[in-house]
């Protein structure tokens, strides 16, 4: 999905140097997997409770990849040129 169809489709859009990660609260299963995976990156306590810088790029995508319900989504700036 590109950028358009996220946010058309409800996700909200969190911006780091490298990745923009996308979040759609109303898919969500809260499986927990993100949090437990990169904490630094995904906390529920903060707001915003995403700072994609947080941690390693590959990282974050590695961990948006095991997400079970697809609530989390990113674009990998370079490739979206
Ligand atoms: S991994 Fe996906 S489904 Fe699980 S809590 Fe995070 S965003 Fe929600």
């Known amino acids: 999905m590109n950028k358009e169809d996220l946010l058309s489709k409800g996700y909200r859009k969190y911006s780091g140097e490298e990745i923009e990660i996308y979040f759609n609260k109303d898919i969500c299963t809260h499986s927990g997997n993100c949090v437990k995976t990169m904490p630094k990156v995904f906390d529920t306590k ?3 409770w995403i700072l994609a810088d ?3 790029a590959d990282s974050a995508m590695k961990t948006i990849d095991l997400c079970p319900s697809g ?7 370079k490739d979206d040129k």
């Open 46 to 48: 903060r707001k915003p």
């Open 54 to 56: 947080n941690g390693e």
């Open 71 to 77: 609530a989390l989504q990113y674009i990998y700036k």
